[in-house]
């Protein structure tokens, strides 16, 4: 649980309505390509979507990005 002022509340709503496009719209709504690079959904084995926040995938246990040997990142899950 998160406890946030009035005004960060605020200050939230303002950066909401000032996304580019004006619309957020749920990851399940994108193209799974796209929910798998912003961290949403785990890649093709498992596909379950959960918060970017989540290193693993809470429902396979695998990472859901690794790092490659040259800085860049990769989207991977396997079970």
Same mark, same amino acid.
């Given at each position: 649980?998160?406890?946030k002022s009035l005004a960060e509340i605020?200050?939230?709503k303002k950066e909401m309505s000032?996304?580019?496009g004006g619309e957020?719209?749920?990851p399940r709504q994108v =193209?799974?390509?796209v929910a798998e690079r912003l961290g949403y959904r785990c890649p093709?084995?498992?596909g379950f979507y959960s918060l970017p926040s989540d290193v693993?995938? =809470?429902n396979c246990g695998q990472p859901?990005?690794?790092?490659s040997a040259q800085g860049g990142h990769s989207v991977t899950c396997s079970t």
């Amino acid at each position: 649980m998160e406890i946030k002022s009035l005004a960060e509340i605020i200050e939230e709503k303002k950066e909401m309505s000032s996304v580019e496009g004006g619309e957020v719209v749920d990851p399940r709504q994108v =193209p799974s390509s796209v929910a798998e690079r912003l961290g949403y959904r785990c890649p093709p084995r498992c596909g379950f979507y959960s918060l970017p926040s989540d290193v693993t995938c =809470p429902n396979c246990g695998q990472p859901k990005v690794t790092i490659s040997a040259q800085g860049g990142h990769s989207v991977t899950c396997s079970t």
